[in-house]
Every structure is written in structure tokens, then in C-alpha cells.
């Protein structure tokens, strides 16, 4: 992670869940694992001094060996991500997060 970005500049994401969806691996053209998957996250958050239940699905892209590793985890597994958002394709509106690092709760 690039951690001399200025502050004007962060895009980071930090968010736990359970993993619903794991596409298959695929390798992109120049070999470079890739496999995308979907995470269901359920919390409590307070606003403007209230409480708030959020539940959010969130797309995720994983590459190389964060690929390899997300591919072998099972469905209803409870992980934690941290990345960065991104655009899911190019010139889209969608938002994924680009995993770079990975850890699994249970």
C-alpha cells in the first residue's frame, strides 16, 4: 500500500462480512490471477448521534496471490478486506473494492 500518498489523496476501505459469491479464477492475459466476489456485510453504525443498521452488499476484485487464497475460501465464510474503491469497469459508475489485503474470522 502506498502510504506516502497525500492526504487529499486516500481511497481506502476497510469492511468485514460474509462472502456470498465467489466467481471462478480466471488469469488475466499477461497471467496475473484475478477472481471477483461478493460480501454481505450486516453492522451498527451511529449518525448525526443516532443509530443506524446498515446491511450492504459490496463487489470485490482480488489479484494475483489475494486471488489464489480468496478462490480456496468457502461460501458463508466471515472475512475482513482492506482496499482500495474502484471503478468496476472502465468508464463505469459502479464501485468495487480492490482487495489488498485479506483476512479470514472464522
Same mark, same amino acid.
Given at each position: 500500500?502506498?502510504?506516502?500518498?497525500?492526504? /487529499? @489523496?486516500?481511497? =481506502?476501505?476497510?469492511?468485514? #462480512?460474509? %462472502?456470498?459469491?465467489?466467481? +471462478?479464477?480466471?488469469?488475466?492475459?499477461?497471467?496475473?490471477?484475478?477472481?471477483?466476489?461478493?460480501?454481505?456485510?450486516?453492522?451498527?453504525?451511529?449518525?448525526?448521534?443516532?443509530?443506524?443498521?446498515? /446491511? @450492504?452488499?459490496? =463487489?470485490?476484485?482480488?489479484? #494475483?496471490? %489475494?486471488?489464489?487464497?480468496? +478462490?480456496?475460501?468457502?461460501?458463508?465464510?466471515?472475512?475482513?478486506?482492506?482496499?482500495?474503491?474502484?471503478?468496476?469497469?472502465?468508464?463505469?459508475?459502479?464501485?468495487?473494492?480492490?482487495?489488498?489485503?485479506?483476512?479470514?474470522?472464522?
Amino acid at each position: 500500500m502506498n502510504d506516502t500518498a497525500r492526504p /487529499e @489523496q486516500i481511497n =481506502r476501505i476497510e469492511v468485514t #462480512g460474509t %462472502l456470498s459469491q465467489l466467481d +471462478a479464477l480466471r488469469y488475466t492475459p499477461g497471467g496475473v490471477a484475478m477472481v471477483n466476489a461478493q460480501i454481505e456485510h450486516q453492522s451498527e453504525q451511529i449518525e448525526a448521534g443516532l443509530k443506524r443498521q446498515i /446491511e @450492504q452488499s459490496f =463487489r470485490c476484485r482480488f489479484a #494475483g496471490p %489475494l486471488a489464489l487464497n480468496a +478462490a480456496k475460501l468457502p461460501l458463508g465464510s466471515r472475512i475482513r478486506v482492506t482496499g482500495f474503491l474502484a471503478s468496476a469497469k472502465k468508464g463505469s459508475m459502479s464501485l468495487q473494492i480492490h482487495v489488498q489485503d485479506l483476512y479470514r474470522m472464522n
